[in-house]
Structures are given as C-alpha cells and as structure tokens.
C-alpha cells in the first residue's frame, strides 16, 4: 500500500532539546495531518494543515504545509517524558487518509 | 477518550477460521473508516462508510467485508484468516465524509496462529 516517507525513523532526544521531523510524498495532498500514537492506543490528531505554506502551532508543537503540497514537517520545543511515542504524518485528497511510515521518539529525562 | 469504541480489544484464533471486528462511532458521527496496521506495511486504509453505505475501498482483500448498520455501529468481518492478516485493525469516525477530522479508537489487536 501506499506510503509517505517520514524522517527521522526515530530519535532519542534528552528532556528539554527540541525536535524535528518530516513528511515527503511523491503525491499532492490538499490535506496534512499530523497524529501521535502511544502503545496501546489508536492515532490522536496533533494538527491538521489546510492550505499550501500554512503554518500551525498547539501548544509546543508547529507543523508547516509545504508551498509545493508534497511535504510537511513538526517540530516539538522543549521536549518532555509525554511526549514519548510514535508520531505519524498523514495526507488526505478525499475521504481516506495514506499514513507516513512514522518517526519514533524516545525522551530521556 | 476518542469517544468511539472498538470490541473485542483482543483476539486470537487460527488459521482459516472467521472474525468479526465491531466499532461504534462517536455520537453523531455518520462516517466509520477502518485502517490496518501492520509491522510492515503500516498504517493502511481498508474501507469507509457514511451513513449505512460504502464510500470508498483502499487495499482491502476479498476475504474482508465490513458493513455498517441502520444505528451506525460497523462490522468488519475477516474470514479464512492467514498469519499474515495479525495486525492492529482501527475504526475511526467523523461526523461528516472527510476522514480529516476523524477520531480513532483504541483497535482491536489480532492475532492469528
């Protein structure tokens, strides 16, 4: 199945530094999605980007849309023990969304 | 909590034999989609529906079928299981058709042997 390629695959970060990580797509996407998963648990939606060059923040996180709508990247200031996890990218054209292959992050305290 | 429900959380059963995956979707939400993830393949979109009817299919074999029902709780029945069908199986829900501002729930883990 169709996949975005994501990097980092993963990190290891110490509480604290800030983190960066991408999203590329051979594919346009009107829609970039970016989702945490913890174990055990289903995808929680970070952010969503709408439109081309659209710049979004919650919180500690800001994730951009790329100008050319075939990539994105997030970045997570101050990185805490919660943050731990998998972190997914997801583009959307209609009603289905085609995931990224994950970045993993590991904060040490 | 997402809000939406996913049963049985886990399921083992051998090969060649038939499951149902259940899902109720948030309160309101029209539209049910249901993902696979696997080790190797990821997260991969199987099927959607919106209001009792398909909207659209991804990778989904012809052993798999889903259905959603007139109170919107959906199926997803997977039959003559092979090892390789162990994967986590989410359902996600959205009020209207765009699965952009869809809610996963917690999967259903299975585990064929």
């Known amino acids: 199945g169709q996949q975005l390629n994501q990097s980092p695959q993963s990190m290891f970060i110490q509480e604290g530094e800030d983190v960066s990580m991408n999203c590329t797509s051979s594919?346009?996407?009107?829609?970039w999605l970016w989702y945490k998963q913890d174990p055990g648990e289903g995808p929680v939606l970070l952010i969503a980007?709408?439109?081309?060059?659209e710049l979004t923040s919650n919180g500690r996180l800001t994730a951009q849309f790329g100008i050319t709508r075939k990539d994105s990247f997030l970045n997570i200031s101050a990185s805490i023990p919660s943050d731990v996890g998998i972190y997914f990218c997801?583009?959307?054209?209609?009603?289905?969304?085609?995931f990224g292959t994950g970045t993993r992050l590991q904060v040490f305290p | 909590d997402s809000g939406v429900t996913q049963t049985p959380k886990h399921l083992i059963t051998a090969t060649g034999q038939r499951v149902t995956l259940r899902c109720s979707p948030r309160s309101g939400d029209l539209s049910v989609y249901w993902y696979q993830q696997s080790l190797d393949q990821g997260l991969q979109f199987l099927i959607h529906y919106y209001n009792g009817e398909e909207r659209a299919k991804g990778n989904i074999l012809e052993r798999f079928s889903a259905q959603q029902f007139p109170d919107l709780h959906s199926e997803l029945n997977l039959s003559s299981l092979e090892l390789g069908d162990s994967a986590l199986y989410f359902c996600?829900?959205?009020?209207?058709?765009?699965?952009?501002?869809?809610?996963f729930g917690q999967g259903t883990r299975l585990t064929v042997v």
């Open positions: 996600a829900s959205s009020v209207v058709t765009s699965s952009t501002e869809a809610f």
């Open positions: 594919s346009i996407f009107n829609t």
């Open positions: 997801a583009g959307s054209n209609t009603d289905k969304l085609i």
């Open positions: 980007l709408y439109k081309a060059g």
